[in-house]
C-alpha cells in the first residue's frame, strides 16, 4: 500500500501481482483471530459455568449453550473478516466471499476430522446449520455496513 506523504491523504493502493491474496490472507487473518477469542470467550465463561452443572444434557441446553454461542462466534468471525478485506477486491462477489467464508468453513473441516469416530447426527447436523446461520449472518451484517 502506498500512500501519500502528507497526513489526511487519501490512501492508494498498490494493486500490483499478489495484492489480491495479500487482501485474502490479511481477511482470514482477522477471521482467525475473532474466531479464536470469541471461541475461547464462550468455553471460558460459557462451558465451564454451565456445562459442568449438567446444562448440555438435554436439546434445549446444548442448544442454548453451545449452538447458539457457537453461530455467534462464526458470525463475528466471517464479518470480521469481510471488513478486513480492503477495497477493490471486497467489490468482487467471488473474492469477497473466499475471504468471508474460508476461517469459517476450514474450522468447521477441522472440527469434523478432530472428533472422528465420535461424531453423532445431531452434531454435525447442527454444526453445519450453526455454520450456515453464523456465515449468512456475518455476511449480512459486511453487506450492510457497506449499504449493499
Given at each position: ?14 494493486d500490483?501481482r ?20 470469541t ?13 459442568s452443572?449438567?446444562?448440555t444434557?438435554?436439546?434445549?441446553g446444548r ?29 468482487r462477489t ?12 476450514a474450522?468447521q473441516?477441522l472440527?469434523?476430522?478432530?472428533q472422528?469416530?465420535?461424531l453423532a ?7 453445519s446449520?450453526?455454520?450456515?446461520l ?15
Open positions: 500500500m502506498t500512500r501519500y506523504d502528507h497526513p489526511g491523504a487519501p490512501a492508494r493502493y498498490d500490483g499478489g495484492a489480491g491474496f495479500l487482501a485474502l490472507t490479511k481477511a482470514w487473518a482477522a477471521g482467525i483471530v475473532v474466531l479464536l477469542f471461541e475461547y470467550v464462550q468455553v471460558t465463561l460459557v462451558w465451564e459455568q454451565f456445562a452443572e449438567g446444562g444434557e438435554s436439546f434445549t442448544l442454548l449453550l453451545i449452538h447458539l454461542p457457537n453461530a455467534v462466534c462464526v458470525a463475528l468471525s466471517a464479518w470480521a473478516a469481510g471488513r478486513v478485506h480492503r477495497p477493490p477486491f471486497r467489490y467471488g473474492p469477497h466471499l473466499l475471504a468471508v467464508l474460508a476461517v469459517p468453513l474450522a473441516a472440527n469434523l476430522a478432530l472422528g469416530g465420535e447426527a445431531e452434531g454435525v447436523l447442527m454444526s446449520a450453526v455454520l450456515a453464523g456465515c449468512v449472518a456475518g455476511w449480512a451484517a459486511d453487506r450492510l455496513q457497506d449499504g449493499d
